[in-house]
């Protein structure tokens, strides 16, 4: 079974730090491009950082650029974002998924660039 | 950075409604626009991506539509399991931006 179990989520004094796993099963990890996303209380979804599937290129948000470094262990088939820096902002829910990018085969010839699995999140919570 | 609004950012409708969701980008982004479902407590579940191209395993009620900068959700008969808040999200370029949500609530 294709799955994403996220741990690491806790809680941390503002300027803190956590780093965040994401065990992969049912697939390689580093045949994928990989993402964060987060979800703070209440609130809707952002896009937090992401690795490309040979692990050449990372992108973050602005609002956690120079603070938050993605990366992942082939052995181990698991992402990570190490978090540093923290404030209460970063407060959230925090999602890995797996990104699936490439173009279609057949009509209509589309490129895609989607999350088609998720997992359940870690809750980080950012409060002295 | 794109924004991606969607309206009504919630609407009441009742099983077998016809329920349409909008989503505009704040610049073209062709067709790479995806729309997910989130449950209470749970992931996001995608529904559509490319605009148009039902995820495997999803029910044929729903359908995506558009280009450019308008795109829109359709679900043809609600059912009880679809009540959740929908996300479109642009994957035109970083940083990859979701729009605010649409909460699809029972009458």
């Known amino acids: 079974e294709v799955q994403l179990v996220e741990s690491g989520g806790g809680l941390v004094p503002p300027g803190g730090s956590l780093r965040l796993s994401c065990a992969a099963s049912?697939?390689?990890?580093?045949?994928?491009?990989m993402y964060w996303v987060r979800q703070a209380p209440g609130k809707g979804l952002v896009w937090v950082s992401r690795i490309n599937s040979d692990g050449t290129e990372t992108d973050y948000a602005d609002s956690v650029k120079g603070r938050f470094t993605i990366s992942r262990d082939n052995a181990k088939n698991t992402l990570y974002v190490q978090m540093n820096s923290l404030r209460a902002e970063d407060t959230a829910v925090y999602y890995c998924?797996?990104?699936?990018?490439?173009?279609?085969?057949?009509?209509?010839?589309?490129?895609?660039?989607?999350?088609?699995?998720w997992g359940k999140g870690t809750t980080v919570t950012v409060s002295s | 950075d794109i924004q991606m609004t969607q309206s009504p950012s919630s609407l009441s409708a009742s099983i077998g409604d016809r329920v349409t969701i909008t989503c505009r980008a704040s610049e073209s982004i062709g067709t790479h626009l995806n729309w997910y479902q989130q449950k209470p407590g749970k992931a996001p579940k995608l529904l559509i991506y490319a605009a148009s191209i039902l995820q495997t395993g999803v029910p044929a009620r729903f359908s995506g539509s558009g280009s450019g900068t308008d795109f829109t959700l359709t679900i043809t008969s609600l059912q009880p399991e679809d009540f959740a808040t929908l996300y479109c999200q642009q994957s035109y370029t970083t940083p990859l931006t979701f729009g605010g949500g649409t909460k699809v609530e029972s009458k």
């Open positions: 049912g697939f390689t990890v580093s045949s994928y491009w």
């Open positions: 998924a797996r990104a699936l990018v490439g173009s279609t085969r057949a009509p209509p010839f589309r490129y895609y660039n989607y999350m088609d699995v």
